[in-house]
Nanobody
Framework: QVQLVESGGGLVQPGGSLRLSCAAS????????MGWYRQAPGKQRELVAS???????NYRDSVKGRFTISRDNAKNTVYLQMNSLKPEDTAVYFC???????????WGQGTQVTVSD
């Protein structure tokens, strides 16, 4: 069992930056593939960025060059640095931990990111 707690969301102007954090507890963090997803009102949840247990990183096209995902296994934490934010980045951002071999899949409660003037 893994518990995930996101933080760092908020209101920011277009062009601004935020850093999201996801703190994990309850299991061996380093074995999990970690991901950040987001869900805007009326839309499906979508993958924003992911980092595997061995450090392979993937981004959705719309955030490439603006967002950076990283993980610190010593702190059991995954981060999402978001720069040059746009109004279309507005959503609830969720942290995910997955261990496909055993079909483990855990979610945090989400943190709101609002990009607006």
């Amino acid at each position: 069992q893994v518990q995930l707690v996101e933080s760092g969301g908020g209101l920011v102007q277009p062009g601004g930056s935020l850093r999201l954090s996801c703190a994990a507890s309850g299991s061996i963090f380093s074995i999990y593939n970690m991901g950040w997803y987001r869900q805007a009102p009326g839309k499906q949840r979508e993958l924003v960025a992911s980092v595997t247990s061995v450090g392979n990183i993937n981004y959705r096209d719309s955030v490439k060059g603006r967002f950076t995902i990283s993980r610190d296994n010593a702190k059991n934490t995954v981060y999402l640095q978001m720069n040059s934010l746009k109004p279309e980045d507005t959503a609830v951002y969720f942290c995910n931990a997955a261990y496909p071999v055993l079909r483990f899949d855990y979610w945090g409660q989400g943190t709101q990111v609002t990009v607006s003037d």
